[in-house]
């Protein structure tokens, strides 16, 4: 017959030995089990006296509480074991080199934000900047858009949260602004930068980017003002015959005001410049308005000048063939490895401007 004590002296011999959490589990069904062999212990009862039974009763079940206890505790120190010799198994090695060549590429905004300062930069112009956030003086007033003016409208205004006053840019002419209030004529500047409106399709995103151009001194006039931005796509484009149109316009700013758009055609998720199949609005000009002049502190009978807004992205668009211009801030790794440039690419008039072609 097999006693507390030889059963005991069994199981605790076994798990001493037991490694794995398998046989730790086999060990509890075949002591603890219905059919176990603690449980089975019990059997013997029958043949014992009443005082027995109750001695023998508490061995038994003295026996089952510390097996069970026992095999937690082993089930812990091997559980941990495994975790252990897993974490080993699977260290990395942090200070090995990355495989292959990890590579960062310029997005092509900011690629083609390059390219257009590189030309206006050899065609005179200095840079200027001025703040996202915008007062309504300098974005607005200024501009000699009176308040409620419907034109007010067309800029699908984002305001600041709680502050009247303050919006988020809807274009780069209030640097305009800035700039005729610091210096004194003659002034020749792009500004490029940010700016914001509520507007999502394929040639629209609530954040863009536009480059502003200034020129105010005596005797700078409309045909001026055209042969720049035409040799500015030429050069831009490299291409010698660049269809362009320029059509009359409105913007409260400017006086005459015109749009120039460039000839292109959208065919099989192909985009491309192209003469006689369609045209895309590349930027706003005109002759710098009289009151914007005035509001600036300069006198209109003495200085004049031209303006000009263009969308970044929208020349990035037509320049390297994407056709939609929300991907360009989605942020997906894939679409920059493919329309990205390599660090190195950077444009000059001196080594060109298709240089940094796409990859
Ligand atoms: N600020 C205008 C816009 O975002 C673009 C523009 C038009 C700028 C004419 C100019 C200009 O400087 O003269 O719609």
């Known amino acids: 017959m097999t006693t507390v004590e030889s059963l005991s002296d069994k199981l605790f011999k076994e798990l001493d030995k037991a490694s794995s959490l398998k046989q730790l589990e086999e060990m509890r069904v ?18 014992l006296s009443l005082e027995e039974k109750k001695t023998y009763g508490q061995q038994v079940n003295a026996l089952k509480e510390n097996f069970a ?92 949260d709680g502050e009247e006053d303050l919006v988020l840019r809807t274009h780069t002419s209030p640097v305009q602004i800035r700039t005729m209030e610091n210096i004194k004529p003659p002034i020749k500047i792009v500004a490029p930068g940010r700016t914001y409106r509520c507007d999502y399709d394929m040639t629209h995103s609530p954040m863009f980017h536009q ?33 362009v149109r320029f059509r009359p316009s409105f913007f409260p700013f400017t006086e005459p005001s015109a749009e120039m758009d460039i000839g292109c055609s959208r065919e099989n998720g ?43 992205d929208r020349f990035a668009m037509l320049k390297y063939g994407i056709p939609d211009l929300r991907t360009f801030f989605e942020a997906d790794v894939r679409w920059i490895q493919n329309y990205g440039f390599g660090a190195l690419d950077v444009p000059n008039m001196i080594r060109g401007f298709a240089a940094g072609v796409q990859k």
């Open 30 to 47: 075949a002591a603890l089990g219905k059919k176990g062999a603690i449980t089975d212990l019990l059997k013997n009862m029958a043949s």
């Open 270 to 312: 192909e985009f491309k410049i192209e003469a006689g199949k369609g045209w895309m609005e590349v930027l706003g000009c005109g002759m710098v308005h009289p009151n914007v002049l005035k509001n600036c502190g300069l006198d209109p009978d003495e200085y004049q000048g031209f303006a000009f807004g263009c969308g970044i």
């Open 69 to 160: 206890t026992a095999l937690e505790e082993k089930k812990k120190a091997l559980e941990a074991k495994e975790l252990e010799a897993k974490l080993q198994s699977e260290r990395v090695d942090v200070s090995l080199p990355t495989v292959g060549k990890p590579e960062g590429k310029i997005h092509p905004v900011y690629q083609v934000l390059e390219e257009m300062l590189a030309i206006f930069n050899q065609m005179g112009f200095k840079l200027a900047e001025g703040p996202d956030i915008e007062d309504d003086f300098h974005c607005f007033e200024a501009l000699n858009f009176p308040k409620n003016h419907p034109a007010r409208q067309m800029q699908a205004t984002f305001f600041m």
């Open 211 to 243: 480059i502003e151009g200034l020129i105010i001194d005596k005797t700078t006039n409309m045909g001026h003002l055209k042969g720049c931005l035409v040799e500015f796509a030429k050069a831009f484009f490299n291409v010698e015959d660049i269809p």
